[in-house]
């Protein structure tokens, strides 16, 4: 059993950054794949990012590649997503979630075995 808390998120303007963070209670962040979603109100779940175990290969949605980064420290058990040139429309329930690493890249919630609590991101105009 993988538990993964995170922190970070809250309100911020239209342009602005934000970092969240994922950290495991386990070891460490290895060997699992691990994501980024979001949910934003009546809306289906969204794929972020996702970061490999193997290579640290990384992987995005279209709606924030070049904006979003997400990173990893095994060794400190945290996953992290740097959000810059944050837009209204970002706004969202954000979730890491963790795999046991098949198939690459994993962009569906189903294929995910373990997830955060959430944390609300508001953008606002």
């Known amino acids: 059993q993988v538990q993964l808390v995170q922190s970070g998120g809250g309100l911020v303007q239209a342009g602005d950054s934000l970092r969240l963070s994922c950290t495991t209670s386990?070891?460490?962040?290895?060997?699992?794949?691990m994501a980024w979603f979001r949910q934003a109100p009546g809306k289906e779940p969204e794929f972020v990012a996702a970061?490999?175990?193997?290579?640290?290969?990384?992987h995005y949605g279209d709606s924030v590649k070049g904006r979003f980064t997400i990173s990893r420290d095994d060794e400190k058990k945290t996953l992290s997503l740097q959000m810059s040139s944050l837009k209204s429309e970002d706004t969202a329930v954000y979730y890491c979630?963790?795999?046991?690493?098949?198939?690459?890249?994993?962009?569906?919630?189903?294929?995910?075995?373990?997830w955060g609590q959430g944390t609300q991101v508001t953008v606002s105009e």
């Open positions: 386990g070891r460490t962040l290895g060997p699992y794949n």
């Open positions: 970061i490999r175990y193997i290579g640290r290969g990384t």
């Open positions: 979630a963790a795999n046991r690493g098949s198939d690459w890249p994993s962009i569906r919630p189903n294929e995910y075995d373990w």
